[in-house]
T-cell receptor, first 117, second 115 residues
Framework: KNQVEQSPQSLIILEGKNCTLQCNYTVSPFSNLRWYKQDTGRGPVSLTIMTFSENTKSNGRYTATLDADTKQSSLHITASQLSDSASYICVVSLRENYGGSQGNLIFGKGTKLSVKP | DSGVTQTPKHLITATGQRVTLRCSPRSGDLSVYWYQQSLDQGLQFLIQYYNGEERAKGNILERFSAQQFPDLHSELNLSSLELGDSALYFC??????????????FGPGTRLTVL
């Protein structure tokens, strides 16, 4: 079964510190991997998207990496800010029409990040 | 603001009742997706419409139905509600129907509470 596992489930860090969130997936056939940020009570917003041939992508203080061989991705947040407090969701896309009843996007449960002053 | 609007923001109802959730996609987007997010669960795909036609179906219960209207807004109908239907329901939209390759823009969600 296609699955996306994220760790840790939750994380508390101090403002200004760095952190790394992990995503492991068993999804085939793979199309791309996205990281979303979901503020409490809001819809997810895309941070990065990486295809099979890309192993790193940055968006400001957010840097995502992808190792397609080990089927792992990470999201590194640099110099955290209070506004980074949110859930971060890893989403792996199957190639079109391979998803069946799961759909083509397989969502992880997210990592809940709390940044404290 | 993603440009996707959903109403209502909150909905509280009783078991056995029927509700309708509404979604307006971003201007120019023809594809609409519905997702369910239960407590501490990942988003679960329910159904996708493209330009008024059903494009893909997820694990959507028979008690649930949806449609996309000519003006491209979509409605998700939930009937014979059960306690387990309490969740956040998100609508997303994209320009083209290929969900694997195109970014989906999510609305703010409707929080449904079934008592």
């Amino acid at each position: 079964k296609n699955q996306v596992e994220q760790s840790p489930q939750s994380l508390i860090i101090l403002e200004g510190k760095n952190c790394t969130l992990q995503c492991n997936y068993t999804v085939s056939p793979f199309s791309n991997l996205r990281w979303y940020k979901q503020d409490t009570g809001r819809g997810p917003v895309s941070l990065t998207i990486m295809t099979f041939s890309e192993n790193t992508k940055s968006n400001g203080r957010y840097t995502a990496t992808l190792d397609a061989d080990t089927k792992q991705s990470s999201l590194h947040i640099t110099a955290s800010q209070l506004s980074d407090s949110a859930s971060y969701i890893c989403v792996v896309s199957l190639r079109e029409n391979y998803g069946g009843s799961q759909g083509n996007l397989i969502f992880g449960k997210g990592t809940k990040l709390s940044v404290k002053p | 603001d993603s440009g996707v609007t959903q109403t209502p923001k909150h909905l509280i109802t009783a078991t056995g009742q029927r509700v309708t959730l509404r979604c307006s996609p971003r201007s120019g987007d023809l594809s609409v997706y519905w997702y369910q997010q239960s407590l501490d669960q990942g988003l679960q795909f329910l159904i996708q419409y493209y330009n008024g036609e059903e494009r893909a179906k997820g694990n959507i219960l028979e008690r649930f139905s949806a449609q996309q209207f000519p003006d491209l807004h979509s409605e998700l109908n939930l009937s014979s509600l059960e306690l387990g239907d309490s969740a956040l329901y998100f609508c997303a939209s994209s320009v083209t129907p290929e969900s694997s390759y195109n970014e989906q823009f999510f609305g703010p969600g409707t929080r449904l509470t079934v008592l």
